[in-house]
């Protein structure tokens, strides 16, 4: 290599790091792309937040967890029927199609009053 090569290689090395100094932070971040995460949590005998609200089209992580037995994540709207086991976390990655308002149910047996376990879902 040349010293004049060196010397252009050199300008044009530090000119891409300048540029990207300067477009890096107008740059949009990776994860402005990343579906939104909405945590549930199962315990006997109620979900917790016992209501959420998800977007038509817009596709959401549903990350489910139990504190203390398994219980079940029915929800036909959404094409879901899921255990949850304690001590672990489970994603589910869904996109609503039809607005409206949706019980979903522990269908898991977990308890003398398992059959009142259920959240809601809005989807509008
Ligand atoms: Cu929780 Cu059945």
Do not use: Q, W, Y
Not at 113 to 118: F, L, P, R, V, Y
């Amino acid at each position: 290599m040349t010293s004049f090569v060196r010397a252009r290689f050199l300008a044009l090395a530090f000119l891409a790091v300048v540029l990207s100094c300067i477009v890096g932070p107008f740059a949009k971040p990776v994860h402005a792309t990343a579906p939104r995460v909405v945590e549930i949590t199962a315990k006997r005998f109620a979900f917790s937040p016992d209501t959420i609200t998800l977007h038509k089209g817009e596709t959401v992580i549903l990350r489910l967890k139990s504190e203390d037995v398994t219980h079940g994540f029915f929800i036909r709207a959404l094409k879901l029927d899921e255990d949850i086991p304690p001590g672990t976390t489970s994603d589910f990655t869904v996109t609503p199609t039809t607005a409206g308002i949706f019980t979903t149910i522990c269908d898991h047996f977990c308890g003398a009053n398992h059959g009142n376990m259920k959240m809601t879902i809005v989807v509008e």
